[in-house]
């Protein structure tokens, strides 16, 4: 036999071991709890409202073990919520905010935002909240909400990267609206995902390395010399944002501040707004007070929110206080967002706050 057929039949069997293992693979993880999420709809002038696809029931999981698992799902207007949503219903809360509203790491019911209405009954509450979206993306969600739903009050979340990703410069997140260099809203389209990432949403085994194990994909595809536009998408964390930031930015995200406090305050006719501020968790697991740009942040939007008659809840004497207490940490050994115990304390901050 010659060395070219010996070769030929090496790399067929070498490709048919390779092929049938990735199969495999695949056969595992979807039996497996892999850890699964939605798709963003197509967002642009016609569609100016990022959002889910409706009505969609996924699994999500955490860690390589799969030690948590969430049923989450959507509703008629493809956001994450365990009922349709009415037009004109006027529910009694608006919850917006982002990915600690979208809750992804616990059940629906386990929410904050449907504790609120578990713990009292007699509310109507509505939820809008996507992963990754900032304070300028909130204000487009209190107009959104008053046009469509015209809630009675509104209840928003802020977290630690809401701030400084609100400008376009820094993170022009695609889907969202950002701040231009003039200060006006300006919408990033996103018209879908490129086609890799189809492929790679598509396959349980690569959700798994990316969601579960978490790999940094993109990097992979950066050092690979790849391009695709969820490369934009990146960020680092302390209290779920850069622990030091430069004066610049600063500066800028205490601009962001002011337009959010003004624009949400006039777009909402009066109504009572209430921002309920994320805690920066790890100072408290640590007993010190670290100086860092999201307390810088969160002290001056308390305090400017109080200057545009906007009530404020402060998670971390909350937090700190259940902590010393009891010393259950609020969040997941490899998820800084909050966890059961974290959303609970915060429906009932909200409501003994209201």
């Excluded at 892999?34 to 016609?46: L, R, W, Y």
């Excluded at 569609?47 to 509703?75: C, D, V």
């Excluded at 206080?321 to 259950?328: L, P, T, W």
């Amino acid at each position: 036999m010659s060395l070219i057929k010996i070769l030929f039949k090496v790399g067929l069997y070498l490709s048919y071991l390779g092929i049938s293992s990735v199969l495999l693979l695949e056969f595992i993880f979807r039996i497996l709890p892999t850890s699964n999420t939605f798709e963003i709809q197509v967002t642009n002038a016609d569609q100016p409202i990022i959002r889910f696809e409706e009505n969609i029931r996924i699994r999500n999981s955490l860690g390589k073990n799969f030690y948590q698992t969430a049923i989450k799902e959507t509703n008629n207007y493809g956001f994450v919520s365990s009922k349709d949503y009415r037009r004109a219903a006027e529910p009694d809360v608006m919850v917006i905010g982002d990915s600690y509203v979208e809750a992804m790491q616990v059940d629906n019911d386990e929410s904050v935002s449907e504790l609120i209405e578990f713990y009292d009954p007699d509310l109507n509450i509505y939820a809008i909240g996507i992963s990754g979206v900032p304070l300028s993306q909130y204000i487009k969600f209190v107009e959104y909400s008053e046009k469509e739903f015209n809630p009675s009050e509104y209840l928003i979340i802020i977290a630690g990267n809401d701030f400084n990703e609100s400008i376009c410069d820094i993170r022009p997140k695609q889907g969202t609206y950002c701040f231009n260099n003039d200060w006006g809203l300006s919408l990033v389209d996103f018209n879908g995902y490129s086609n890799l990432r189809k492929l790679a949403r598509s396959s349980a085994f690569m959700r798994y390395l990316v969601f579960n194990v978490k790999l940094e994909w993109r990097s992979i595809i950066s050092n690979l010399g790849l391009n695709d536009p969820g490369l934009l998408d990146e960020a680092g964390f302390a209290g779920n944002t850069e622990r030091y930031v430069g004066n610049l930015i600063e500066s800028a995200s205490k601009k962001v501040v002011d337009e959010f406090l003004e624009r949400i305050r006039n777009i909402s006719n009066g109504k009572k707004i209430t921002l309920l501020i994320d805690a920066d968790r790890q100072d408290i697991y640590n007993g010190f007070i670290s100086e860092s740009y999201f307390r810088t942040m969160r002290n001056y939007l308390m305090a400017k929110a109080e200057t545009h008659d906007i009530s404020t809840i402060d998670m971390e004497p909350i937090f700190q206080k259940h902590y010393q207490e009891y010393g259950n940490q609020f969040d997941f050994s490899t998820d800084g967002h909050w966890n059961e115990l974290g959303h609970e304390l915060a429906a009932r901050a909200f409501l003994a706050a209201d």
